[in-house]
């Protein structure tokens, strides 16, 4: 059986912990130079994987933007750009989204009621694999790692990350503070309430503190090992 693939998590928040504000455009929490190092967390990831919540948010496209860094993937007999993955339990995502329409092969999870329907709207854009009854995140992960995924680069969103670090499933939190507020309670949050493993006194290692201009990278291992 193929191993499951190397979990990274990536977030950047406001200081009061939110991924965003509630206004119509993105906003813009990380700067310049920690983008790029977002891009070659990209460039070395087998498959990038966000929620269908942040792709109809973002419209974003998911791809490796540094022409080099392409490049190098494909010396390695890599693809240009990671696979790239999304989870939907209802199938709403529309084909318009930028997310079908440029960089590499695409593919969707979902649940078993969704599945015709994912296949039906999606199916020309992307393999399209039911993940159970409800979202099974294991047999994601197992999926994923049949697919030949070594390393994958999560991007979002709350509840994406929420499910995930509750499982236990994340090898490595990658967290960037951002210096602002937002200070609306309908923003979305970084994490929601969860049965995290160990609870309150489960303390993460912490690998590294590096500022980067006004942003602070924050890289855990958060896994809990009893």
């Not at 860094?69 to 693809?79: E, M, P, T």
């Amino acid at each position: 059986m193929a191993s499951r693939p190397y979990v990274l998590l990536s977030a950047a928040v406001s200081v009061d912990g939110r991924l965003d504000d509630t206004a119509r455009d993105r906003l813009v929490l990380s700067n310049g130079r920690d983008l790029e190092r977002v891009d070659g967390e990209r460039a070395a990831a087998d498959a990038i994987l966000v929620g269908a919540n942040t792709l109809r948010k973002d419209n974003s496209r998911l791809v490796v933007a540094n022409s080099h860094s392409r490049s190098r993937r494909i010396a390695r007999g890599k693809s240009e750009h990671p696979l790239k993955v999304t989870v939907t339990a209802s199938a709403e995502l529309d084909p318009g989204l930028a997310f079908w329409h440029c960089g590499g092969a695409k593919l969707v999870f979902t649940v078993d009621a969704a599945f015709t329907r994912a296949r039906r709207t999606l199916g020309t854009f992307a393999d399209v694999v039911s993940a159970g009854p409800v979202l099974d995140w294991g047999l994601l992960l197992d999926e994923l790692g049949r697919r030949g995924v070594e390393r994958l680069l999560v991007e979002g969103g709350g509840s994406v990350h929420t499910q995930l670090l509750a499982l236990d499933l994340v090898d490595e939190l990658h967290l960037v503070m951002a210096p602002l507020l937002v200070g609306e309670a309908g923003a979305p949050a970084f994490l929601g309430a969860a049965p995290y493993p160990g609870g309150a006194t489960a303390r993460m290692k912490l690998l590294e503190a590096r500022a980067i201009d006004d942003v602070v990278l924050l890289r855990y291992a958060p896994k809990v090992r009893f």
